[in-house]
């Protein structure tokens, strides 16, 4: 069935320093893959989000790739800030109106 | 307001209560969706609303589950017979077209709700 693996499930960076996470999808029909970030008590907020047709994507210190042959793609944050600590989840769209999330990278960036 | 909004943002139950969550979309978006979310997993889907009508509701977990948005904007959910394997975030997503396959999705903060 539909499935979403993302890794790691924990993450700790040097302030300043880099963070990717990366996940899978299982869905060759997927075309659309937004990362969320969630903070404690919060909903999730999408961050940034890559369509098939691209390969990379890039918003000041966040970018996203995208692999569909290999069926993968990942978020890289540079310059990492205290703020950017919380909960990030990729997300693949599939067929039937659903989305499938992985099951989250908690980011730690120590000061 | 500009964001997705949900209430009430805590409710505690005790097992075999009904209960009910609202979520107000942000005004306009046609697609609306339920999430639940169990605590260190990532939201799971439960059912999908283009304007009024129900398209798919295959991720309810039982007949126990049950929502509506009757007029194509708010939207309830109602759990009847709560039992705690219900105990969840249950999150609430709008976006602004009918085609979702590739839509941000906009979410709430979400209802936590504790089955006692």
């Known amino acids: 069935g539909e499935n979403v693996e993302q890794h790691p499930s924990t993450l700790s960076v040097q302030e300043g320093d880099s963070a990717v996470i990366k996940c899978t999808y299982s869905d060759s029909a997927s075309n659309y893959f937004p990362w969320y970030k969630q903070e404690l008590g919060k909903g999730p907020q999408l961050i940034i989000d890559i369509r098939s047709n691209v390969g990379e994507k890039k918003d000041q210190r966040i970018a996203v790739t995208l692999n569909k042959t290999a069926k993968h793609f990942s978020l890289h944050i540079t310059e990492t800030q205290p703020e950017d600590s919380a909960v990030y989840f990729c997300?693949?769209?599939?067929?039937?109106?659903?989305?499938?999330f992985g099951t989250g990278t908690s980011l730690t960036v120590i000061p | 307001g500009a964001g997705v909004s949900q209430s009430p943002r805590y409710k505690v139950a005790k097992r075999g209560q009904d209960v009910a969550l609202r979520c107000d979309p942000i005004?306009?978006?046609?697609?609306l969706f339920w999430y639940q979310q169990a605590l260190g997993q990532g939201p799971e889907f439960l059912t999908y609303f283009q304007n009024e009508a129900q398209l798919d509701k295959s991720g309810l977990p039982s007949d126990r589950f049950f929502a509506e948005r009757p007029e194509g904007s708010v939207s309830t959910l109602k759990i009847q017979r709560t039992q705690q394997e219900d105990s969840a975030v249950y999150l609430c997503?709008?976006?602004?077209?009918?085609?979702?396959?590739?839509?941000?999705?906009?979410f709430g903060d979400g209802t936590r709700l504790s089955i006692l």
């Open positions: 997503a709008s976006s602004l077209e009918g085609r979702v396959l590739n839509q941000p999705q906009h």
């Open positions: 005004s306009g978006h046609v697609s």
């Open positions: 997300a693949a769209s599939f067929p039937g109106n659903q989305f499938y």
